[in-house]
């Protein structure tokens, strides 16, 4: 097509290129110093880049992104009875570090990009002995003056390499690619930099350290062969509207569908979502930042069983650095196969836990030029 393009324009460059007697009609002249600036003024006219905008385009040098989660469930983190406390259940503490680069051979500069990320992710639960599974331990003790739960996890560990197209508007939006997939439940002796168990524990550690031992240090429980490694395969496709554009606002729906092939049992999944948005761009010469604000639901089947959840972001952006702020409400119970407790325990309806939010932070910083 951009071949295409590129002929019309030699063409109407090349109308008058001979003399010839008038005619009733019309032609205009087009002077290019090089094959590049003729290239770069189609790609002018075709407004390539109309929504490559400051939160959803690479750039030509990159960018790195860096994401932390946590739950809490707003109560006492320090209570002594299970039944009123939920923190620290489920889906509790994820770090994400991602480097996104611009791939220009595969098509116009920033709207194709690789990306390879790494991320983790730790879900525990009690053992509590009369309600979960049967062990001699008690389930929350004192120990040097300090709250001690014990507790099962599960740390989902992944290692990705994606290929995406932008988030253009009025355009369609895709990503594959596929990776190394680890969920760890029997090493609880992992560093801080690379295990979001290592972090929870470090974390915990150090504010009780420094402060009024308000939250609870974890007896972590590692369950013998439990743990299991793969390989995976992921895709996602999705389609951007514009619902109103003014001078420096647009609104704007997304939606979508995604899906992973797992070689873990139960991994597996497809999903569909929905997004709506916000954007307000200041001006080039404000000094008023870029502002997004964005909701989204989504829903995923698993062979055995449904995870929904909702989530609200707040997104301010200058030129080169993005901060977010996300709060994702979960809608259903995690995904079977991140169940941390044993294998055996099925009889789940009468102990589930309240479905707390996950709390993410995050910053994006393009790479300088």
């Known amino acids: 097509m951009k071949h295409l393009i590129l002929g019309l324009f030699l063409l109407l460059g090349l109308a008058h290129a001979e003399e010839s007697a008038p005619v009733a009609t019309s032609s205009l002249r087009f002077n290019f110093s090089s094959l590049e600036s003729m290239e ?3 790609e002018e006219l075709l407004d390539a880049k109309t929504a490559a905008n400051v939160f959803d385009e690479v ?8 994401v ?3 739950d809490y469930d707003l109560g006492d983190p320090a209570s002594s009875n299970f039944d009123e406390v939920s923190d620290d259940v489920g889906r509790t503490h994820g770090f994400k570090i991602a480097f996104h680069e611009n791939i220009a051979p595969m098509g116009r500069k920033d709207l194709y990009y690789v990306t390879i990320s790494y991320e983790s992710n730790l879900y525990t ?16 003790y004192a120990e040097n003056k300090r709250w001690v739960a014990d507790a099962y996890f599960k740390e989902e560990n992944l290692l990705k ?4 197209k932008s988030k253009t508007n009025d355009a ?3 990503t594959i690619g596929g990776g190394y997939q680890e969920l760890n439940a029997d090493n609880a002796q992992r560093g801080v930099f690379l295990s979001s168990l290592g972090q929870q524990k470090w974390w915990h550690e150090t504010l009780n350290a420094v402060g009024d031992g308000a939250f609870r240090n974890y007896n972590y429980l590692e369950q013998e062969d439990a743990t299991q490694k793969g390989g995976f395969v992921s895709a996602e496709i999705g389609r951007d509207f514009t619902l109103y554009n003014g001078e420096s606002t647009r609104g704007f729906a997304r939606v979508g569908a995604n899906s992973r092939l797992s070689s ?15 954007d307000y761009k200041a001006s080039e010469s404000s000094n008023i930042p870029h502002v997004r604000f964005l909701m989204a639901a989504q829903v995923d089947k698993y062979a055995e069983g449904v995870n929904a959840f909702a989530f609200v972001e707040l997104s301010v952006a200058s030129e080169s650095v993005v901060g977010k702020f996300k709060i994702i409400q979960p809608l259903t119970q995690d995904p079977k196969y991140l169940n941390p407790l044993p294998q055996d325990f099925e009889a789940r309806d009468h102990g589930l836990m309240k479905k707390e939010p996950v709390f993410f932070l995050g910053i994006e910083a393009k790479f300088p030029n």
């Open 40 to 42: 770069a003024a189609a």
């Open 59 to 66: 750039g030509a040098n990159g960018k790195f992104e860096m």
């Open 68 to 70: 932390f989660s946590n």
């Open 125 to 140: 639960d009690s053992n509590n002995p009369e309600v979960f599974h049967k062990t001699p331990l008690e389930v929350i």
């Open 161 to 164: 390499l994606l290929i995406s």
């Open 172 to 174: 369609y939006f895709w």
């Open 264 to 278: 873990i049992e139960g991994a597996s999944y497809g999903g569909l979502f929905i997004q709506a948005g916000h």
